[in-house]
């Protein structure tokens, strides 16, 4: 025995409906629905959805259940966090303090050493991809810049940078200025 449809709605109200929809596949089930309250077997509403016959009476139980709005897809619940707001707040205390090289090993945190931390200190195992969004919600970016060590002369920098000899300079002036023969 199939189960029925809501009395409240018809076939005119289930299109217009699909009409005004912006998600397509809200549209497809409704107009689905809609031959149904015309008298179609459920098996042509199949046909027309593209969808087989458990998949029509799923839309049934929505649409009764949450009306046109209930055909909408929803985003997948996926799964829960590995990290709780402990974690998270040990995460950011560390990031902003950064490594300790004698401690850490390391001279600046690279996504990969955050998650082998986690796993030292609470025995939690994050992919890398994973830590990086959850470093993203938390406001975190990744810097491009190389590490600078804190007893580095202010001017010492300059010093090193590669500039053009003069006499490149002067030998194209010279050209420009002389007299062509």
Known sequence: ???????DFDAFQLRSAARKSKDAGQARRLLALAAIYE?????EAAKIGGVTLQIVRDWVLKFNAHGPAGLID???????????????????????SGPIPAIHGVVRWRIVDLCQW???EFRVSVAPQT?????RAMGFRRLSA??????????????????SPPSWTK???????????
Do not use: C, Y
């Open 146 to 163: 190389r590490p600078r060590h804190h007893a580095q002369a202010e001017g010492a920098i300059e010093d090193f940078k590669k500039t």
């Open 171 to 181: 030998s194209h002036s010279r050209r420009a200025s002389s007299p062509t023969r």
């Open 39 to 43: 008298g179609a077997t459920r098996t």
């Open 1 to 7: 025995m199939p189960v029925p449809l809501r009395s």
């Open 118 to 120: 986690i796993w030292e």
């Open 74 to 96: 929803r985003r997948a619940p996926g799964q829960p966090s590995r990290l709780n707001d402990t974690h998270r707040a040990a995460l950011a205390g560390i990031v902003e």
């Open 131 to 135: 830590l990086s969004r959850e470093l």
